[in-house]
Every structure is written in structure tokens, then in C-alpha cells.
């Protein structure tokens, strides 16, 4: 149909440019003709000009004068009725007008029914030739088509198959094949990139989605499966270790230990390799499913059997490396019936195995949930807390030996809520340092207890110091001396009058960086105490070397002098060490009159405890210093 009106059309055209062209020739010859009468009437030969219509135009042409006479040729109907009217005239002279039909009539040389004829012809024949071209494209793309889906489906090429005939489309068939096979290859790669960890080879997070998925589907309460998320953490990763190179080599040693225990379990159980996948979750996190294994005592002795496999040394570029490890455990589907509430509660076990001392490894129960919910608000109650400085020192005297004066005191930190009621230090410390705000808690109690001594101070006791914990996330501040300065200045406190106690551990670990913080806060007055001394691994030699003023016994050997027989002897032993030193001594925890006794006989300086009075608010130890001062005023 459409070649048929394009053929139609394009005979129109033609017809028409040739009907218009012929007219503009007839034109052209009539004007010639009336100029040639113009010249025979102009010379009065008006016989001639009968002449030359009859030779040129006979019987289809007229010229009359301007009042409208016959001067040449035949007036018939058809030429006044049809004919076209030509002035004759020359140079604005004009002499008459003349009267012609067309000289060349656009006869066309074919007839109507054989135009439209051919046209028929024409449209038939190329109506069958491009279908007949159509219907082989169609055949090669048919084939090229089957070939692709052959190649992307990776099944082989039949022996009969059937020759593509055009060299267009045989390059089109090699060029799609060979592009189809590199989007095979970039599929697969993407796919393996999407589902396994590039560090370790084992499965990531959205593999352990999926393979969780199918666990769920097979285990049941009678036959349960297990997920087991493990934490490992270094014990010692310091220095050149910590570059990204190392690091990895670290978690591909992990990663091959997990899977040769799980390939070791999976024959002993008889189980095909793979059964027990292993994932890499994050980068110091593992997990591993075990399909079926049995009751909870027989996932315990493998979760067990695998940390303790994990704690054992690594040798890694030459230097050997031990790490800690423990397991969260969510059973399957008794603790979820979807992936990521399985996710979830294995680690909720995994943080409450970190977070109870002595514990490697917890099964989830729903309890855990429960205390995870009232950690959470705690913590949130904790930071709001802080924004609202609503910590605040408690006072410890700490009295002298030998006459019995009150010479300083500790400070304490309490949590005071809107009911006044004080909340233990034993329940936000360890929320606080875990979260990170015991650094905030610290120098809100610093801050206080500046403010507190310096106004005792003021009153005249000027020779009782106070003394403010150091914890290490504070020493790790690289503020710490600043904050401590700024303190003392605001309260215009004197620097003499400030005793910092750090324990033993931090003064250990890193005595270059105490040196550093405590040196310029050391030349300045401030003096500096040892804690919870005897409870560490520092020696003498080391002790000799630190800028230590104060050691402070421990209060487990205090209160284990009557019924530890190894107590009295250490304490004898820090109590020799500290006069060897030239330090001073304070017992912490003395209770009783016969520790209290035993202390005096072997030359301690100072105590602080329960005997002589707990800790107290600033107002009732300012009181408590003003008795105790009355009699020596007296």
C-alpha cells in the first residue's frame, strides 16, 4: 500500500511539472506570435498579419484591433470561449489584442489507463521484492538470534547449522558473540564480587543473608542449625602492624585457620565439604552456620574448640601474633524465623560475651535483649548527664599516721539525679567508658574538686591536698595537661595543692607518653600518685625511672592482711620499696583497727577508708576538717 501511493504520487508530480511546462512553452510562442503582428500592422500589412496566424496557429487564433474588429484569423466560439489574450503591443504601442488557444496542448503520450497501469506494475513488482528481501533479513536474524541465545544460554553450536549469507551479518554474529561471552565473564565477576569478601575468599554479609535464609527453611526445633558470630581482637598490634598490608595478612590467616577447623568438624561429622560455611563480616568479625549439628552442648564444645584454635599464636612476617576471640551464638529458628533477626541476636550474645569478665562465648536468650534495652537507656541517661554536668565529687579523707590530721582528701565522682538521690559510681563507670564519656565524667569531676579544694584553701587550710583519678581514656587525651591547668586556674587553686593518681597499667604501657603529659604539669607543683599499686607487673628499675611522688596500696591486700598470710609481706615489700624510693604511702580500704595497727607498726604515711570516715559531700568534709583541726587549734 505504501509503494502504491508513493508511485501514485510521484506520476501526479510528474504529470503536473509537465502540464506546467507545457503551458509556459504555449505562452512563450503565443507572445512571439502577437509580436509579429505588431510589426505587419505597424507597417500597415494587415494582410500579411492574416498570413501569419493562418501558417502558424490556423484555426486557433484571432487579433482584433482596439475597438474589438476581426483584423486576422477565425473568431470560432472555441477560441473566444478557450483562448488566452496577448496584447500586441511594443514599447507601450498598443495596436490590439490577441486571442489563441494553447499551441502546445499537455496531450500526455500515454493514456490514462495505461499511466495507472504501469503504476500497478510497478508497485506489484516492488511489493514482491521487498518481501521477498524482508523475508530473508528475517531468516539471518532469526538465525543470528538463536545463535546469541545458544551462546548466552553457554549451550554449543549445532554442526547443521545454517550459513549466514550476508557478510554484514556474519561480522554482526562474531561481534555479539564475542561481546556476550565478555558480559558472561563480567556477570560471573560481579557476581563473586557481590557475594564474597575480596579479603578472605569467604562469604560476606549479604552471603550469610542468603545462605541464612536457607537454613532457616531446613532447620527445625527437633533439628537445629546454629549461627556463630566471632569477635577477634589482637593482643598485641602496635608499630609497623598496623599498616593495611600486615592487616590483611592478619584476617587471611583467620580466615584459613576458620575454614581448616570447619573442614576438620565437617569429617569428623561426616558432613560434605561446604556444609559449614564461613563468612567475613567486618574486619575483625567472622561467622560460621552449622547445619544441623545437634543440641546445645554440642555446639558449645565446637564454638569452644574453635576460639580456643583461634587464640593460638600466628606467625606473620617473622613476628608472632595472639589474639583474644569470642562467640555470640543465635540458634536456629528458636532465636528467629528471618536472617536479620538472626543477625541481630547472635551479636546481642556476642557484645554480652565481652561485656561479662571471664566469658568467652553466650547463647542468645531473651533476657539479653532486656538488659541490652536497659543499657541503652542508661547510656542515654548517662549522656544527659554529662550535657548537664550533673556529676559531682565526693570527698575521702585521707589522714595521716602518725598525728591523726586529715592532710587530704580523694575525690570520688557521684551521679547526683533530680531526686538527689546518688547514683554508684559501679554503675556508670563501665557504661561510660564504654561509650566514650568517662573522659567528660573526668574532667567534670576535676574541674569540681579544683573548686572545692581552693575554696577549703581560702578558709586557711592550705596543706590538704586533693587528689583526682586519671582514668586511661583521659591519659590518652592529648588535652589532658591543658584541661588540668585551665582547672586549677579557674579555681585558683595552688598547683602544690593537686595530686593526680594514674594506675600502674597506664604508667607501664606507655611511660614515654607519661613523661610527656605529666612533665610540664610535674614542673608546675602538681604531684603525682601511683594507684592500685601491686595489682600491675612494674618493677623497681621501672619505678626508678617514672616521675611518681605518692604510691597508694591497694585495699585487697589492706583487707586481706589477717587472712591472706602472702599479704602482710607484700605490703611490707611496696611499704620498703616506697622508703627506698623516697615516696610517700597511703593504704586505701583500711576498716578495721588491727589493719589500721599493723600499718602504723611498719611505717606507712597516710590512710584513707571507712574506718576514719567514707566519702562525704564538700560542706560535711569541710566540717569534718575544721573538728579535726580543733584540737591541735586548741
Same mark, same amino acid.
Given at each position: ?76 466560439? =472555441? ?5 488566452? /489574450? ?63 541465545? /545458544? ?33 558472561? /565473564? ?95 563480616? $567486618? ?12 543440641? /546445645? ?12 584454635? &583461634? ?38 550474645? &556476642? ?29 542515654? =541517661? ?28 580523694? $575525690? ?22 564504654? @561509650?566514650? &564519656?568517662?573522659?567528660?565524667?573526668? =574532667? ?5 574538686? @579544683? ?127 616506697? =622508703? ?23 611505717? @606507712? ?30
Amino acid at each position: 500500500m505504501l509503494a502504491l501511493i508513493a508511485a501514485s504520487a510521484v506520476s501526479i508530480l510528474f504529470l503536473v511539472s509537465a502540464e506546467h511546462a507545457a503551458s509556459d512553452r504555449s505562452d512563450r510562442i503565443a507572445t512571439r506570435v502577437a509580436d509579429g503582428i505588431y510589426v505587419e500592422l505597424a507597417f500597415g500589412n494587415q494582410a500579411n498579419a492574416d498570413a501569419v496566424l493562418d501558417r502558424l496557429s490556423p484555426g486557433r487564433a484571432a487579433a482584433f484591433d482596439l475597438d474589438g474588429n476581426l483584423i486576422a484569423g477565425e473568431a470560432t466560439p =472555441e477560441v473566444l470561449q478557450d483562448g488566452r /489574450r496577448y496584447p500586441i503591443a511594443s514599447a507601450g504601442d498598443v495596436r490590439g489584442e490577441l486571442v489563441m488557444l494553447r499551441a502546445l496542448p499537455g496531450m500526455m503520450v500515454l493514456s490514462l489507463p495505461v499511466v495507472v497501469g504501469v503504476i500497478l506494475l510497478v508497485t506489484i513488482v516492488a511489493y514482491f521484492f521487498a518481501n521477498f528481501f524482508a523475508h530473508l533479513v528475517a531468516q539471518q536474524s532469526n538465525e543470528i538470534t538463536s545463535l546469541v541465545s /545458544r551462546t548466552s544460554l553457554k549451550q554449543g553450536l549445532p554442526e547443521s547449522e545454517k550459513p549466514v549469507l550476508f557478510a554484514e551479518f556474519r561480522r554482526l554474529r562474531t561481534t555479539l558473540v564475542r561481546r556476550i561471552q565478555q558480559l558472561q /565473564r563480567e556477570n560471573e565477576r560481579l557476581v563473586s564480587a557481590a557475594y564474597i569478601d575480596e579479603r578472605t575468599g569467604l562469604g560476606n554479609g549479604a552471603e550469610l543473608t542468603r545462605q541464612l535464609t536457607q537454613f532457616i527453611s531446613r532447620s527445625s526445633f527437633e533439628f537445629p542449625s546454629a549461627f556463630i558470630q566471632i569477635d577477634t581482637e589482637p593482643m598485641q598490634l602496635e608499630g609497623d602492624h598496623q599498616d593495611t598490608a600486615f592487616v590483611l595478612e592478619v584476617q587471611s590467616a583467620i580466615s584459613r585457620r576458620i575454614m581448616s577447623f570447619l573442614s576438620e568438624q565437617q569429617a569428623a561429622y561426616s558432613l560434605p565439604d561446604g556444609r559449614w560455611p564461613g563468612f567475613a563480616l $567486618a574486619s575483625d568479625d567472622f561467622g560460621i552456620l552449622l547445619d544441623r549439628v545437634g543440641p /546445645r552442648n554440642e555446639i558449645n564444645r565446637i564454638a569452644k574448640s574453635l576460639l580456643v584454635r &583461634l587464640k593460638e599464636p600466628y606467625t606473620i612476617g617473622g613476628k608472632k601474633v595472639t589474639f583474644t576471640a569470642f562467640a555470640g551464638i543465635a540458634m536456629i529458628p528458636e532465636d528467629g524465623q528471618n536472617p536479620q533477626d538472626i543477625r541481630k541476636r547472635a551479636y546481642t550474645a &556476642l557484645v554480652q560475651a565481652k561485656r561479662t569478665e571471664g566469658a568467652e562465648m553466650q547463647f542468645y536468650s531473651p533476657k539479653l535483649d532486656r538488659q541490652t534495652a536497659a543499657r541503652k537507656r542508661l547510656e542515654s =541517661e548517662v549522656r544527659s548527664a554529662v550535657e548537664q554536668s550533673a556529676f559531682t565529687p565526693v570527698y575521702q579523707p585521707k589522714v595521716d599516721l602518725a598525728t591523726g590530721r586529715i592532710v587530704g582528701a580523694e $575525690a570520688l565522682a557521684r551521679w547526683q539525679l533530680d531526686s538527689g538521690r546518688i547514683v554508684s559510681p559501679g554503675v556508670f563507670i563501665p557504661v561510660a567508658e564504654s @561509650c566514650g &564519656l568517662i573522659g567528660d565524667i573526668g =574532667e567534670q569531676i576535676a574541674r569540681k574538686a @579544683c573548686m572545692g579544694a581552693a575554696r577549703w584553701a581560702e578558709m586557711g587550710y592550705t596543706d590538704i591536698s586533693i587528689a583526682v583519678n586519671v582514668s586511661p581514656r583521659q591519659f590518652e587525651n592529648d588535652d589532658l595537661g591543658t584541661m588540668l591547668i585551665d582547672a586549677m586556674t579557674t579555681a585558683g587553686l595552688l598547683p602544690r595543692l593537686l595530686q593526680l593518681e594514674i594506675t600502674e597499667s597506664v604508667a607501664v604501657t606507655d611511660p614515654e607518653r607519661l613523661r610527656d603529659v605529666i612533665g610540664p604539669l610535674k614542673s608546675m607543683g602538681v604531684r603525682l600518685a601511683i594507684d592500685d599499686f601491686g595489682t600491675g607487673h612494674s618493677n623497681l628499675a621501672m619505678l626508678g625511672r617514672l616521675p611518681f611522688d605518692v604510691f597508694k596500696i591497694d585495699r585487697a591486700f589492706i583487707s586481706s592482711l589477717h587472712t591472706d598470710k602472702q599479704a602482710p609481706a607484700i605490703v611490707e615489700m611496696i611499704l620498703g620499696m616506697a =622508703e627506698t624510693l623516697g615516696m610517700e604511702t597511703v593504704a586505701e580500704g583500711v576498716e578495721t583497727d588491727d589493719q589500721l595497727q599493723f600499718l602504723k607498726r611498719r611505717g @606507712c604515711d597516710q590512710y584513707q577508708g571507712f574506718l576514719f570516715s567514707p566519702a562525704v559531700g564538700l560542706e560535711k568534709f569541710i566540717e569534718m576538717v575544721r573538728r579535726n583541726r580543733q584540737p591541735a587549734a586548741a
